[in-house]
């Protein structure tokens, strides 16, 4: 298809017709997806209708070969639809929501999820996924963090990156890829508050060492699409934000491919008061070169009379819908309008047993085991169990965003561990023989956490403690001297004093289709935990943000007895759990940190090598983390930053000699400019088993 010549034969509204996103309700009205959002009748006629570019989810292969075969015998054209959709952490086959597949620390499992995620989507005609989620995010209050992979730019950075390219491969119209729509540029992690859609105001200091990390990987891997955010930044919402969406998307990060709106977000900008109405608002969106508008009516009602009123200029519109035309090109649809929707591979593919026993092997990397006091995990065989709390008997573990995912089929907790063998009563904490119950049994699970839809989009909280009806149960289980493991299941970290009591404590997060299966391989150790954590645990919501990789501030906390230091009267500064760590069945030492040389300059690279031996009777993975700090810089520095990390499978009694190679590349920072600068002078390279607990040396640069 010739792009341009198609483009020269649009009229002005077919034109317009592509830079809108609708729902499949105004296609067919029958239509059960879910789509989330404000959802509002937005007044279109059907000439509007038959027009749109694309569509925002849809349910099934039928149902996108309904919509697109209509759409085509109605349109003048016949430029076919691309159906995009929110496939999170699966299709059908439910993988750990991004933060727990974050604590494996093992990129490749991104990339694994997304091929999945892709291959079944793709069966049902989706061509573009509103994934990764690249905000970084250091504030558990915010319920989206569940979507993100943690509070480290870098280690989100390799994150995305390979979901990216788990999606797309190397050719979005081959069969089983989708393209990958990168979101919510910029900051959107960074509500004040924690709350969401709340203002973002941040530095563009911040805004470059941190927070755009993500995207730029993203873009740098390919993703087709961004989405821009529903937050301002400098006040400015960014849907509408010249800056951001052009000079630094656009120009700086040399993204060429096709932006969109948020669910509604050019209409918001009227909201935020930025706007008057939504004929300002089409301008402004114009103006920041934002192609597709999502489900609301700035664009397809106001530009014809925009253009005529010379506000905005039809090099505008055609520069923004060739983007979309290229995008239709990449994906193949003008030669096969309905892309890979095929009922017969919906039934083979999606929600495979091959699939699903992908999705039990990647979730067995993403647990994190926080406590495991006198090594009373693993469970040993024959052991009497008394399952208690809400998760006991709880179904729904796929975690939020997993729209297609069906909770049902999933196994409870209470059958996995029957399954396997042990001899589980369930206590009902209601009931008044409690006492008696727990004198039968060894060991009590408290099976705890936040429900599913408690995280995810508009699901701020400012307590993120566990309600007292549920710690309740650890400290009944305890007075009955009995030994308690606390299953945790959430999308957040939580602030976990009050169940302090428990012997072991495993953050099972939401681990997808095969959540319970996979923590009861973790809990009779079948599988030896490895995960660690990509966001530290506050000890008290008011330390909010707390994480590793803050500066020291002028007056750090070195000397207890001086008042006049950065501290709380009434809290610690360090978090409870901090970010990198987490435990293992096995028990790994680490030497001492070796390097090649003490001297480092622009043009060599340094070799640096620690050893770690498994001192225990049982083969685990460890996650060495390298960290460096500069000394003395121009701008105060972070007290460390992740640079390299690796996983490693140890033997008992082995030690394995971890090897990372720095060159100058990793000790650069950028400035607010986003210039990368160095200075010479002296960085210290830490390595540990996580952020906290780490053997360092110095290098010179020179
Ligand atoms: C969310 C996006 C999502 C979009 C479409 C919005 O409300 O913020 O993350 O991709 O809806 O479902």
């Not at 038959?50 to 989810?57: A, P, Q, V």
């Not at 977000?265 to 103006?287: D, M, Y």
């Not at 750090?556 to 009434?570: G, I, K």
Request: glycine content about 6%.
């Amino acid at each position: 298809m010739n792009i341009n010549k198609l483009l020269s034969s649009m009229t002005l509204e077919e034109k317009i017709g592509q830079m809108i996103q609708l729902p499949p309700r105004n296609f067919i009205i029958d239509s059960d997806t879910d789509v989330i959002g404000n959802e509002y009748d937005l007044g279109l006629d059907l000439d509007q209708i038959y027009t749109t570019g694309s569509i925002l989810g849809i349910g099934s292969a039928t149902e996108m070969k309904e919509i697109q075969t209509k759409y085509l015998e109605s349109s003048r054209l016949k430029i076919p639809l691309i159906f995009m959709a929110d496939i999170v952490h699966g299709y059908e086959t439910i993988f750990p929501i991004p933060l727990a597949l974050s604590c494996s620390w093992n990129e490749k499992l991104a990339f694994d999820t997304a091929r999945i995620s892709a291959v079944e989507a793709a069966t049902s005609g989706i061509h573009v996924t509103f994934a990764p989620m690249a905000d970084l995010s250091r504030d558990p209050r915010w319920g989206r963090v569940l979507e993100g992979f943690g509070e480290d730019t870098y280690l989100l950075s390799r994150f995305t990156e390979s979901m990216v390219k788990g999606f797309q491969q190397n050719d979005v119209s081959l069969k089983g890829n989708i393209a990958s729509c990168v979101k919510h540029f910029v900051g959107y992690g960074a509500p004040i508050a924690g709350r969401d859609y709340n203002t973002v105001d941040m530095s563009k200091l911040s805004l470059y060492q941190d927070y755009i990390g993500g995207y730029k990987s993203a873009i740098e891997a390919g993703a087709k699409l961004v989405m821009s955010s529903f937050n301002t930044f400098d006040g400015i919402p960014v849907t509408v934000n010249e800056n951001l969406m052009v000079e630094v998307l656009r120009e700086k990060l040399g993204f060429e491919g096709v932006t969109i709106t948020d669910f509604d977000g050019l209409n918001q900008v009227i909201a935020h008061r930025v706007a008057e109405n939504q004929r300002e608002a089409a301008v402004l969106g114009v103006k920041a070169k934002i192609d597709i508008e999502m489900a609301s009516t700035c664009y397809i009602d106001n530009i014809v009379q925009l253009i005529s009123d010379q506000r905005i200029s039809i090099k505008e519109i055609d520069e923004a819908v060739m983007r979309i035309l290229r995008l239709k090109s990449q994906l193949g649809l003008f030669s096969n309008p309905f892309s890979f929707a095929n009922e017969e591979d919906e039934k083979l593919l999606v929600r495979s047993s091959n699939h699903l026993e992908n999705a039990k092997e990647i979730a067995s990397e993403c647990a994190v085991l926080l406590k495991n006091e006198k090594q009373i995990l693993p469970l040993k065989e024959g052991l009497k169990i008394a399952l208690i709390g809400p998760f006991a008997t709880e179904t729904k573990t796929n975690g939020a965003w997993s729209w297609r995912g069906n909770n049902y089929k999933n196994v409870t907790l209470f059958e996995a561990l029957t399954t396997n063998g042990y001899n589980v009563d369930i206590i009902d904490y209601l009931n008044e023989q409690i006492e008696d119950q727990l004198s039968k049994v060894d060991v009590v699970i408290c099976a705890l956490g936040e429900h599913q839809d408690d995280s995810g989009e508009a699901k701020s909280k400012v307590n993120l403690e566990l309600p007292d009806r549920q710690v309740k149960w650890i400290d009944f289980a305890k007075k009955s001297n009995k030994k308690v493991i606390t299953v945790l299941y959430n999308g957040r970290p939580l602030v976990l004093n009050n169940i302090d009591n428990s012997d072991a404590i495993l953050e099972a997060w939401f681990l997808g289709s095969k959540t319970n299966e996979t923590i009861v391989d973790i809990l009779t150790g079948k599988i030896n935990p490895s995960g660690k954590l990509t966001m530290s645990f506050p000890r008290h919501v008011g330390q909010i943000p707390v994480y590793y990789n803050q500066l020291t501030t002028g007056r750090p906390r070195l000397d207890q007895s001086n008042p006049y230091t950065s501290f709380y009267l009434d809290c610690g500064n360090t978090p409870k759990y901090s970010f990198g760590f987490g435990l293992s069945y096995s028990n790994f030492i680490y030497g001492n940190i070796l390097i090649n040389k003490k001297y480092m300059t622009k043009k060599d690279t340094i070799q640096v090598s620690i050893d770690v031996k498994n001192t225990s009777s049982i083969g685990g993975y460890e996650i060495v983390q390298l960290y460096i700090r500069d000394e003395v810089s121009i701008i105060a520095r972070p007290e460390k930053e992740l640079k390299r990390y690796k996983k490693i499978w140890i033997d008992p009694n082995i030690t394995e000699t971890i090897q990372f190679t720095l060159s100058v590349k990793d000790l650069y920072y950028k400035n607010p400019k986003d210039e990368s600068k160095i200075e010479s002078g002296v960085f210290t390279i830490l390595i540990g088993p996580n952020s906290t607990n780490l053997h360092s040396t110095k290098i010179n640069f020179q």
